[in-house]
């Protein structure tokens, strides 16, 4: 798949414990086995906060993807990703290299939507992990 250059906005699918940790500022690295390409860097990312809540429920900048040994990135990230040693150890299990998402929370307005809502008025379904979402654009603002 070709990539384009001028993608704007990313959706991460999350659960709601850490969902809600990065809404409330306490959670600034989002861990994952597969991050966004490096052409994220600079763009919004919604967090959609998956089942039971199912809702989008802020946006943040994303100013950096890490991508380093397991041990070295939680060294740097430990204080801010919201996880313990052991929880951070059993995701990143198998895994020679670890990547984090460093993310700034948006003050800026923003429209939290339900998953009917996404389906219905945009035609879009939240990611497994996460996706280009252009298309809710018009959440922000």
């Not at 659960?15 to 919004?44: F, H, N, S």
């Not at 809502?117 to 959440?139: I, V």
């Amino acid at each position: 798949m070709q990539q384009r250059n001028d993608r704007t906005t990313l959706m991460f699918s999350i659960k709601p414990k850490w969902a809600q940790m990065i809404a409330e500022g306490t959670k600034r690295y989002e861990l994952r086995r597969r991050p966004p390409p490096l052409q994220a860097i600079g763009k919004v990312a919604l967090i959609y906060a998956t089942a039971p809540q199912s809702e989008v429920i802020c946006a943040c900048r994303i100013d950096g993807i890490l991508k380093e040994e397991r041990e070295g990135l939680w060294q740097k990230t430990r204080d801010l990703s919201g996880c313990t040693k052991a929880e951070y150890d059993e995701y990143f299990s198998g895994c020679e290299f670890a990547n984090a998402i460093h993310l700034t929370l948006l003050s800026i307005p923003l429209r939290r939507a339900k998953r009917e809502e996404l389906k219905r008025d945009y035609q879009f379904h939240p990611p497994q992990s996460w996706r280009w979402a252009d298309e809710l654009e018009k959440l922000i603002g």
